[in-house]
């Protein structure tokens, strides 16, 4: 039921990585969110950007005319409060769109220095009360990932019947999750790697143990059972791309990608396959035959399998039966760039290990491209036109996007 003027979300993509930046830019994200130093949820898995990064992410965001917002959302002790006051300070002086947040200290600081706030959804909001009460502080409320779309909806609804605004004037956003890795924890908070490692998931050092095969034994009589057949502490990864006009319909406004630790590969094909589903949607033509091409190419990428999350009415998770990357296909990495030739448009790569042949598909990244991925038809080796280059030698092929020195080259496999 369409209760809502229907108007596109803004897509928000995850950035661990210059190169996964460009390729949200590239794929046509809305927006990005990232994290800085030690006082995020990746803390951990990725430490890409510093303090010092702030302008350049700032820079690029400006010139490609997306918005970029700041994730420090992990808890706050006594002894980083200096530094979260000085991230703030830097994000806002860089132009940096929000901070995304949901410790009180961190929503205080951006109050008294005039930044914009996102509440994350460690926040775990989940009714219309608590939505007004972060209004006073935040324009953008992530809601939990445990809710379905009915309540999404009614929650929606009252924000528009109760004209709840947030400091910048405007109607309170609702943003949610729709694709990525699912934690077992309510909105991911979760103590098992704090209690078995001392190792804080809500201080970005998660050790992902819930992520491995376990035994249960029975203290009565010592029984042991093997659970074989499914990983019983991890989810699927979510994906609503086959749901995604239900989502839109539920008066959602930005649609989160989940993965600041993935590959900028990923970053790129999730966006892609996400911004194209909106804009079938927007122009009247999103249909099965499409979200299954898009499925396809989602299940190329990193993932533990799929399934839609609590969206729709769900009360048990769907828990992988494969611990790690089910991903249909993988990278090979096999050099880098060498030179680019601006008159001719031709780039040039350095074979470091195996080989590249005709019709082979192949990916390359870098810290100012993000990624391209395009099949390998006419090239020639150490100057000369041939259907394979091997190990030392170097490889020309003609490229419109220029390429920078160090570029990795990689080659796909099934």
């Known amino acids: 039921m369409q209760i809502f003027e229907m108007k596109i979300p803004e897509l928000l993509s995850p950035v661990g990585s210059y190169d996964s930046l460009y390729a949200a830019v590239r794929a046509g994200a809305d927006s990005v969110y990232f994290g800085i130093e030690q006082l995020n949820m990746r803390a951990k898995s990725v430490n890409a950007f510093f303090l010092e990064d702030l302008e350049e992410i700032g820079r690029i965001a400006k010139d490609n005319s997306i918005k970029c917002y700041l994730t420090l959302n992990t808890v706050i002790y006594n002894h980083d409060l200096k530094l979260a006051e000085a991230l703030i300070k830097e994000a806002k002086k860089c132009g940096i769109d929000a901070v995304i947040a949901s410790d009180y200290a961190i929503i205080q600081l951006c109050d008294q220095e005039g930044m914009p706030l996102h509440i994350s959804t460690q926040a775990n909001i989940t009714n219309i009360q608590s939505v007004a009460f972060h209004s006073k502080f935040a324009d953008v409320v992530v809601l939990s990932r445990e809710l379905t779309l009915k309540q999404i909806e009614e929650i929606s609804r009252e924000i528009i019947r109760r004209d709840i605004k947030g400091p910048s004037g405007r109607l309170v956003r609702i943003e949610v999750f729709v694709h990525g890795a699912l934690c077992m924890a309510v909105s991911g908070k979760c103590y098992i790697s704090l209690h078995t490692q001392n190792a804080s998931a809500n201080r970005g050092a998660c050790s992902q143990n819930c992520r491995r095969p376990y035994k249960v034994i029975d203290y009565e009589n010592g029984h042991e059972l093997l659970v074989d057949n499914e990983y019983i502490m991890s989810p699927k990864d979510l994906c609503t791309i086959d749901i995604l006009d239900q989502v839109i319909a539920a008066g959602v406004n930005v649609l989160k990608?989940?993965?600041?630790?993935?590959?900028?590969?990923?970053?790129?094909?999730?966006?892609?396959?996400?911004?194209?589903?909106?804009?079938?949607?927007?122009?009247?033509?999103?249909?099965?035959?499409?979200?299954?091409?898009?499925?396809?190419?989602?299940?190329?990428?990193?993932?533990?399998?799929?399934?839609e999350g609590y969206y729709l009415g769900r009360e048990l998770g769907e828990w992988t039966s494969y611990p790690g990357n089910q991903a249909t296909q993988k990278k090979v990495y096999v050099g880098k760039g060498s030179n680019y030739f601006h008159q001719v448009r031709v780039a040039e790569f350095i074979i470091e290990t195996g080989s590249l042949k005709k019709g082979d598909t192949i990916l390359i990244t870098g810290t100012k491209k993000g990624v391209m991925e395009l099949q390998l038809e006419e090239f020639r080796v150490d100057g000369i036109e041939k259907s394979e280059a091997a190990k030392g030698q170097k490889l020309t092929l003609p490229l419109t996007d220029k390429i920078s020195k160090g570029d990795k080259l990689y080659k796909i496999v099934s």
């Open 257 to 307: 990608i989940e993965g600041r630790t993935k590959s900028a590969e990923y970053v790129y094909t999730t966006t892609k396959c996400y911004r194209q589903a909106l804009d079938a949607i927007e122009a009247g033509n999103y249909d099965q035959e499409k979200v299954e091409q898009w499925k396809t190419e989602l299940n190329k990428v990193y993932n533990r399998g799929f399934w």
